[in-house]
């Protein structure tokens, strides 16, 4: 049933592998999963380990269990010696292992196997053994089992109580068992760890492990109480069951960036607002300005004496019991909260990449079709419908689309590629013009605009046409794009989509760039109060964009709705476009963060915005779209809309945000930073007065030596992009590796079907000699099973082994000594010679591997070991049937 | 606070906020959705242990395994019999592993189970082929079935014995970041 291949010395590729360093790991993982291991006489070879391996350290019988080997080839043992120094462990983890390859099955009452990994191979050997168990056997293969579950649930014990508690109980909960059988473990771990067996002081423990029961509760409930607190988790379970997880994604990254915003808005009402209202509750509104109301869309007016805008903030130090100074505050609470939204997203990107993105393979489709598209979440019977419909749609498509490509001619691709030319250029030509056009508009704008504070109505209706044209043109252009993208015909979904998607961030990217352009070098040159001017601006783009946002859901998707439904059945149900309305979002969170400096109240806005946003679309989503059609693949898109949110935008918006306080002058009537050269020297005023006080006068050094020293700047520099590039490095390799260990799966898959036919050949021929020996085979066959019982991987399976095997084997060996000896000799002959090879190799392997790693091996090693394996398998074939015999089970 | 000691007792929920991936709360849950599928069945009171499985005809019909094609494989899969009877502890188990928390590697493991019909420890072609055709609503014809599976098995075999083994499924799973966000059923 489950045989490994024993390739090891036969394999070349085995050797290449084998000076890198995950295949030492699972090769040692090999002997404590493997029961066969043990037998393999290419194993002995490895066991030169590299004395490292003692991480786990829990109860290492590992070489010890070697001595019961019940069949050991007695001349390939001359190989074997450095095996007693193997500093062996039995709690491998390795969750990427190739060699345990059938998944558990439950058989109650069997606890066994440390961790999952180890816990499958050992429930594959024993399910391997009933379906084909003899009923000569059966006996003897319970009192194995049993045994063989006790020693496994002995050692899972042992490993489990040597970890610290939380490991323990991560480990338990990860194994592939039943609850019962979990919990069983746990107990006995429990008792284990009381019975005094681990620790002499028992009092002490019983201290500790309430100590540590307490505070799991504790973790546990703080972990119950975050669940509670989750936002809309019924609405998400209902959008998830509709309408899949690719259209999840959207409200989770809406509800993600409604907490930036909440987050935002408790940060700088805490420490920038709160203070200034307790300090100066009046707000000096001139006399001839009233609220209109309009001021709610435009922002200026009224509103323009409010705490909304940076321009009310006050300069001051506020004398209280603590001297609190407005500036720093208004600074430092900017710029943390800037700091902490990029911490963020680095680390859910980078999260993101490395669970999403790392080893996704695009190659196999149809695996991934067949296996892994199917959404457990959906519980909708219309939408597991559409769904079963579109995947038979997309699978005939995939059918067909084979037999397409190959017959596309050069003309035909020629005419494809002139379309993508064209369709770029349109879509960068239109993202430039909508550029090129905001550009001019607010030069327009700018001629007409005189002092704000004698506005009519009319005049403050007219500062919303800039942010209507913008949210227009972010409106319709990607109509066109869509359009376009019709045209074109990519080869793949994603391409498209990626397109798709980078066009419009190309149209928005064009489009904010030039209003910052603006805002940066007109405003502050015409306003005497500019940056309120700007926070104005941004309140109405923000406030225009969410007007848009509602009648282009309600509207939009309501109207193709009625359309595809009443008027025009063939366009069908609108779907809804993940991508377009993730990119919406993005954009209006850009806007806010470009805000925060200029209108420090502004996340309360986009707070309002996107919670009615959220239901607004979840009911638009329910009434009138169906899923998307292509679901795609949902993570690797969330990855990419993560990643757009930190690059172009966040990344963007930072940028403006720093040169901005770096850079330009502050307006001199108003604002926290009246009077200074640029907002940051207020770090330098309050560092002139730290150093004043000589105690803090570390503060002013470091700040001269590390905030203001380009040579730190220009080291840490280097040290990063020195880092960076190891690391580049380090992932070559492993890519390199990747290719290599995929290349011994398929070589041991090749060796494995070679060996299965040489046995089934050789079982063919003598089976009545089988049968005659079956009783004694049994015996020995026991007296292993019982003597490997001590020992952790003295597996049952071991037991199954030998069924098959020692029939053959003793069979064969009693036949080969009696007739054959002169063979036997040259073949054990060629065997040693093959093993000395091959621990040449290893141990250059080993030298060289302490160098580098990657490395490839000593080739003169390996060529040795190769000539010494092909004399071994010219001079007999016998031997490779003995031998594998003796490590491949059936 | 006061009916939840009614149902277990301290103990308990330790054990299976230790033993699954749901809190204390979600445990309580899934014991009243589990008490809701045959009232007369279930007891309220779960502090002894009582021995009482449900059928899978009943568990089938709730809300979050109603639509889903695997749904009887996933109810068998997690059975200790084998024929889908499961216990509050084996329906705990089973949405503990398709819960958001649990790690892929365990995920795979009962994947592999779901999809191995025959339950002979590989996904041979008949496995896929019927997996598929629960997949398209039996509306491909045998040939574009065959073709489909085909094309699966030889993309994602490594080791050339023409099924996929659960080292070739793991394989591809982890392949497909999107596995973790689909194997998830909420609760």
Redesign the interface.
């Not at chain 2, 330790?14 to 991936?21: I, L, P, V």
């Not at chain 2, 394989?171 to 909420?186: E, G, K, Q, W, Y």
């Given at each position: 049933m489950t045989s490994y291949s024993n390739g090891g010395v036969f394999n070349p590729a085995y050797h290449d592998s084998e000076t890198l360093e995950i295949d030492r790991r699972s090769s040692r993982k090999h002997q404590h999963t493997n029961p066969y291991a043990r037998v393999d006489p290419a194993q002995w070879g490895h066991n030169v380990e590299p004395g490292d391996n003692g991480e786990w350290g829990a109860a290492g019988d590992g070489w010890t269990r070697r001595e019961n080997v019940p069949m050991g080839l007695i001349s390939t043992r001359l190989g074997s010696p450095p095996l007693q120094q193997n500093p062996n462990n039995t709690s491998q983890i390795d969750p990427d292992s190739q060699y345990d390859r059938l998944p558990p099955v439950q058989l109650h009452s069997s606890i066994s196997g440390n961790m999952t990994m180890r816990w499958r191979g050992v429930t594959m050997r024993r399910m391997s053994m009933f379906p084909n168990a003899d009923p000569a056997h059966a006996a003897f293969t319970e009192d194995a089992i049993k045994s063989e579950m006790e020693n496994e649930e002995q050692n899972l014990i042992k490993e489990l109580v040597a970890l610290s508690t939380t490991e323990q109980i991560r480990k338990i909960r990860e194994l592939p068992v039943s609850f019962e059988e979990k919990k069983h473990v746990r107990t006995q771990v429990t008792a284990f760890k009381s019975s005094g067996q681990y620790h002499h002081f028992t009092s002490l423990t019983d201290f500790s492990q309430n100590m540590s029961l307490s505070m799991r509760r504790f973790g546990y409930s703080i972990k119950s109480a975050r669940q509670t607190l989750q936002l809309w988790q019924g609405i998400m379970k209902e959008i998830g069951g509709k309408f899949g997880s690719s259209v999840l994604n959207y409200f989770v990254l809406l509800k993600w960036l409604l907490l930036f915003n909440i987050f935002s808005f408790l940060v700088n009402f805490g420490f920038i607002t709160i203070p200034l209202l307790v300090y100066d509750l009046s707000l000096n509104v001139s006399p001839n300005v009233s609220f209109r109301g309009l001021e709610l869309l435009t922002g200026a007016g009224y509103f323009n004496y409010t705490i909304m805008y940076y321009g009310s903030y006050s300069n001051e130090t506020i004398r209280g019991l603590l001297d609190y100074d407005m500036q720093l505050a208004y600074f430092f609470t900017i710029s943390v909260y800037m700091v902490l939204c990029g911490l963020v997203l680095i680390f859910s990107m980078a999260s993101s990449f490395k669970k999403n993105y790392a080893l996704a393979d695009p190659a196999s489709n149809s695996a991934w079709q067949l296996l892994c598209s199917w959404d457990f979440s959906i519980t909708n019977e219309k939408a597991v419908n559409q769904r079963k419909n579109n995947l038979r749609i997309q699978l005939k498509e995939s059918l067909s689309e084979k037999a397409h490509r190959e017959r596309q001619t050069t003309s035909e691709q020629l005419k494809q590629y002139g379309i993508y030319f064209g369709s770029w250029l349109l879509s960068t030509g239109l993202a430039a013009g909508c550029g090129a056009s905001i550009f001019y508009l607010c030069h327009y704008e700018d001629e007409r605009v005189e002092d704000t504070e004698t506005w009519s109505a009319l005049k403050e209706a007219e500062t919303l046409l800039v942010p209507f044209v913008v949210s227009l043109m972010n409106m319709v252009i990607p109509l066109f794009f869509s359009l376009f993208n019709k045209f074109e015909q990519y080869s793949s979904q994603r391409k498209q989509i990626y397109a798709l998607l980078f066009r419009n961030v190309l149209l928005r990217i064009s489009i904010l760039g030039v209003l910052c352009y603006y805002w940066m070098n007109t405003v502050p040159q015409k306003f005497t109060c500019w940056e309120p001017m700007v926070g104005q601006a941004l309140y109405r783009l923000v406030i225009v964009d969410f007007i848009f946002l509602m009648l282009g859901s309600l509207f939009g998707e309501f109207l193709s709705n009625v359309i595809g439904t009443k008027i025009q059945p063939r366009l069908g149900v609108p779907e809804f476009d993940v991508a377009r309305n993730v990119l919406e979002i993005i954009y209006a969170q850009t806007l806010a963060w470009i805000g925060i400096y200029f209108s420090p109240l502004l996340p309360v806005i986009q707070i309002l915005k996107f919670f009615i946003l959220f239901y607004l679309k979840k009911v638009s989503l329910t009434h009138n779209c169906q899923p998307p059609r292509r679901s795609g693949r949902a993570a690797q898109m969330k990855t990419i809309f993560i990643f757009l949110l930190f690059f172009p935008f966040f990344v963007g918006a930072l940028s403006i945000v720093a040169y901005t306080s770096w850079r330009l002058t502050p307006s001199e009537q108003c604002g926290p930073f009246r009077g200074l050269n640029s907002t940051f020297s207020v770090t330098g005023e309050w560092i002139d007065h730290v150093n004043n006080n000589s105690s803090t006068h570390w503060v002013g050094w470091i700040y001269q030596n590390v905030i203001r020293s380009e040579i730190f700047y220009f080291l840490s520099t280097l040290i990063i992009l020195v880092i960076i590039y190891i690391f580049w490095q380090l992932i070559q390799g492993r890519k390199q590796l990747i290719v290599l260990l995929r290349r011994q799966i398929i070589n041991e898959g090749k060796d494995k079907s070679f060996l299965l036919e040489k046995l089934q050949n050789l079982q063919k021929s003598c089976p009545e000699v089988n049968k005659k020996h079956k009783k004694r085979t049994t015996h020995t066959s026991r007296r292993s099973a019982e003597r490997s019982s001590g020992s952790q991987s003295n597996s049952n399976a071991m037991v199954q082994v030998l069924l098959a095997r020692q029939q053959l084997e003793e069979e064969e060996r009693r036949r080969a000594s009696g007739v054959s000896v002169p063979s036997d000799i040259s073949t054990s002959d060629a065997v040693t010679q093959a093993m000395l090879a091959r621990q040449k190799a290893e141990r250059q392997d080993e030298n060289v591997y302490e160098i580098t790693d990657g490395h490839p091996p000593s080739l003169d090693a390996v060529a040795q070991s190769l000539a010494a394996r092909q004399r071994a398998e010219d001079r007999d074939e016998y031997w490779s049937t003995t031998h594998f015999n003796q490590s491949n089970p059936v | 606070m006061g009916n939840k000691q009614t149902i277990f007792t301290d103990e308990q929920l330790?054990?299976?906020?230790?033993?699954?991936?749901f809190?204390?709360?979600?445990i309580l849950r899934l014991h009243s959705r589990y008490h809701e599928l045959a009232p007369h069945l279930v007891p309220m009171d779960y502090t002894n242990e009582p021995d009482c499985k449900l059928p899978l005809a009943l568990i089938v019909d709730m809300?979050?395994l109603?639509?889903?094609?695997?749904r009887n494989r996933i109810v068998e899969s997690?059975s200790?019999d084998g024929m889908g009877n499961l216990s509050f502890?084996?329906f705990?188990?089973m949405f503990?592993v398709?819960s958001e928390m649990a790690?892929r590697?365990?995920k795979a493991?009962?994947?592999?189970?779901i999809?191995?019909y025959n339950?002979d420890?590989y996904?041979c072609k008949e496995d896929?082929e019927k997996?598929?055709n629960k997949?398209?609503?039996e509306?491909?014809t045998p040939e574009?079935v065959e073709?489909?599976?085909e094309?699966?098995?030889e993309?994602?075999d490594?080791?050339?014995?023409n099924k996929l083994?659960?080292?070739d499924?793991e394989?591809?799973?982890?392949?497909?970041?999107?596995?973790?966000?689909?194997?998830?059923?909420?609760i």
């Open positions: - | 330790d054990a299976y906020q230790d033993c699954t991936f809190t204390r709360k979600e809300p979050e109603k639509e889903n094609p695997f997690f200790e502890n084996e705990v188990d503990s398709l790690p590697e365990l493991i009962y994947a592999f189970k999809y191995d339950v420890n996904l896929l997996t598929l997949l398209t609503k509306e491909l574009e073709l489909v599976c094309k699966a098995i993309e994602a490594l080791d050339g014995d083994s659960y080292a499924f394989n591809m799973i982890t392949r497909a970041p999107d596995f973790l966000s689909t194997f998830h059923i909420r």
